[in-house]
């Protein structure tokens, strides 16, 4: 099965700061279809997961323009420009190109 | 709007079965895939699979036979059922839609924690 690498287990940042946040594959996300299988997840207490990034850069409706996905093969980052207070929250790549489908071990934001 | 919202026991016993079910409102789940996810102590993530519009599933292999995914369509709703469980099952399971737009979960339930213990 694909691993996912989410280096950082926590990140630490500051109203406003940029952050970005690291998922690496073991094998390449990209389909003959030419897509990234690559997504990124925020959970926060007491919400509802919410996707954020498909196709790894795409993002999904009603998501904010500071969230930014980036990366192709097999390393990818999701991105968070002008930190606020909402997105201080555990984020996870998940990989839905080959199955079992794969999380990364999350990446918790937390506040300096 | 779809909404989406797991219900069952909190508390299963070692060796018994764990049975959950997902009730869906504001979408037929005639329409995409629908799948279950468990998030473990420690924040690890797993998918466990998914059954289809049509009603076709797919597991993860880790689960072996232990699990199924069925539904109800008459009522929009799945289930999960996990059978011999063990503590190493403790876990808050959640189920989700998959996105038409592909490959992408876009709507999760709140989440269901259950804790396997005698």
């Known amino acids: 099965q694909i691993t996912l690498t989410q280096q950082a287990e926590s990140l630490w940042v500051s109203p406003g700061e940029k952050v970005s946040i690291t998922c690496r594959a073991s094998?390449?996300?990209?389909?003959?279809?030419?897509?990234?299988?690559l997504s990124w997840y925020q959970q926060r207490p007491g919400q509802t997961t919410k996707a954020l990034i498909y196709h790894a850069s795409i993002r999904t409706d009603g998501v904010p323009t500071r969230f930014i996905g980036s990366g192709s093969g097999t390393e990818f980052t999701l991105s968070i420009e002008d930190v606020q207070p909402e997105d201080i929250a555990l984020y996870y790549c998940l990989q839905t190109l080959k199955k079992p489908s794969t999380f990364g071990g999350g990446t918790k934001l937390e506040l300096k | 709007e779809v909404q989406l919202q797991e219900s069952g026991p909190g508390l299963v016993k070692p060796s018994q079965s764990l049975s959950l079910t997902c009730s869906v409102t504001?979408?037929?789940?005639?329409?995409?895939?629908w799948g279950w996810i468990r998030k473990f102590p420690g924040n690890k993530m797993e998918w466990m699979g998914y059954?289809?519009?049509?009603?076709?599933?797919s597991y993860n292999p880790s689960l072996k036979s232990r699990i199924s995914i069925t539904r109800d369509t008459s009522k929009n709703q799945f289930f999960l059922q996990l059978n011999s469980v063990t503590t190493e099952d403790t876990a808050t399971y959640y189920c989700?839609?998959?996105?038409?737009?592909?490959?992408?979960?876009?709507?999760w339930g709140q989440g269901a924690s259950v804790t396997v213990s005698s």
């Open positions: 989700a839609r998959y996105s038409l737009l592909g490959g992408v979960m876009d709507a």
């Open positions: 504001g979408y037929s789940i005639t329409s995409n895939y």
């Open positions: 059954i289809s519009y049509s009603g076709s599933t």
């Open positions: 094998q390449s996300l990209l389909y003959t279809d030419g897509k990234h299988y």
